[in-house]
């Protein structure tokens, strides 16, 4: 499978997030968004911190050190821009460096700084806590989205432990090392062939999703997160279908042609997905569900959400076309079934 389809969901799927927190912030207040952010990162860190750390090698590194490069190597290898400094055992630098890849584009217009800092207490607080060593804080001293040229800080070793609210804590007068390439950690990833990158820079952002849907319904409630995660992922998935099929080659035109685009779409998700015609309609057959595969049963808002990114990209292929969801996993059908036929002779059913 080409990297042209991994990056095709990556782009989608980064828009996906991206723009589920800008929403919030536009359709809510930016304190509802910074409780998403905070959920959602911390939900990643419980999820992927102790053994991202392991799988890396890091295990048997000074704390602050481990932690300072665990999330220099795990964003790199995402396809985040992102310097490593170290200091000393206790002390270690890393800077998220513009243009910042979650605020893709113009989006880090419209960021409130509480979501920035809610970021870091959701992941980077909490290190020191899950590590079992209290005294473990990080103290931030830039944010990309209050103007200043990254975001920026270290983790230091304290020499008591840390309260509650000191884990983390702001310095915006402190300065950053520069980034000397030669002294950071050697990317394992560095000479792996372009396909693999992309399918790493897939998985790295489905994860985020994979995390910030369930978040959404937890923090607002199924009807409104069905309502926010809706309109995102209409808006992003009209906003993103033409570069999508751009990405993955040409679509032909009507029902076949949008039930080529979810096939080839769902396979580079690591989805087996297979379509077939049933008279005026196409019905599409996803066997696999791999964004959520593992997790407790989801409630229904989660797949809506997910869902609306199909149905905004079929308004763009074809406004006339319809797109109907006849089975879904969370009605215990074990798979995803829809059918796409023109509208007009559906409304008259």
């Given at each position: 499978m080409s990297g042209g389809r991994y990056h095709a969901v990556e782009v989608l799927y980064h828009a996906f997030l991206t723009g589920l927190i800008l929403t919030t912030v536009t359709r809510r207040d930016r304190h509802a968004a910074a409780e998403l952010v905070f959920r959602t990162f911390r939900r990643q860190h419980l999820e992927k911190f102790l053994p991202g750390l392991a799988k890396l090698g890091l295990t048997g590194l000074p704390h602050a050190v481990a932690c300072a490069q665990y999330h220099y190597l795990s964003n790199l290898l995402g396809g985040v821009r992102v310097e490593y400094m170290y200091e000393s055992d206790r002390k270690a630098w890393v800077r998220y460096v513009p243009p910042r890849w979650?605020?893709?584009g113009t989006a880090i217009c419209a960021v409130p700084s509480e979501v920035s800092r809610a970021m870091l207490r959701g992941w980077h607080a909490h290190n020191g806590i899950s590590l079992g060593n209290?005294?473990?804080?990080?103290?931030?001293?830039?944010?990309?989205?209050?103007?200043?040229?990254?975001?920026a800080g270290y983790y230091l070793e304290h020499d008591r432990e840390l309260g509650p609210d000191e884990r983390l804590r702001f310095a915006p007068g402190e300065e950053a090392p520069d980034f000397d390439p030669a002294r950071a950690p050697r990317v394992e990833g560095a000479d792996w062939p372009p396909e693999r990158r992309a399918t790493v820079a897939r998985n790295y952002v489905m994860e985020y999703v994979r995390s910030i849907l369930p978040e959404l319904v937890a923090a607002f409630g199924p009807a409104e997160a069905r309502h926010l995660g809706g309109v995102t992922g209409r808006l992003i998935g009209m906003q993103y279908?033409?570069?999508?099929?751009?990405?993955?080659?040409?679509?032909?035109?009507?029902?076949?042609?949008?039930?080529?685009?979810?096939?080839?779409?769902?396979?580079a998700q690591g989805d087996r997905v297979g379509w077939d015609r049933d008279g005026d309609d196409v019905?599409?057959?996803q066997a696999t569900w791999r964004l959520l595969d593992g997790l407790e049963p989801q409630a229904p808002a989660v797949f809506d959400a997910w869902n609306a990114l199909w149905e905004g990209a079929l308004s763009v292929h074809d406004r006339h076309l319809d797109l109907v969801v006849s089975r879904r996993p969370d009605a215990g059908d074990g798979r995803i079934e829809w059918r796409v036929g023109p509208r007009r002779a559906r409304n008259r059913t």
């Open positions: 979650i605020w893709h209290p005294r473990l804080g990080f103290v931030c001293t830039q944010q990309t989205v209050d103007g200043q040229p990254g975001l279908y033409a570069e999508t099929v751009g990405l993955l080659g040409a679509v032909a035109p009507g029902a076949a042609g949008f039930a080529d685009y979810l096939q080839r779409m769902g396979e019905v599409v057959r």
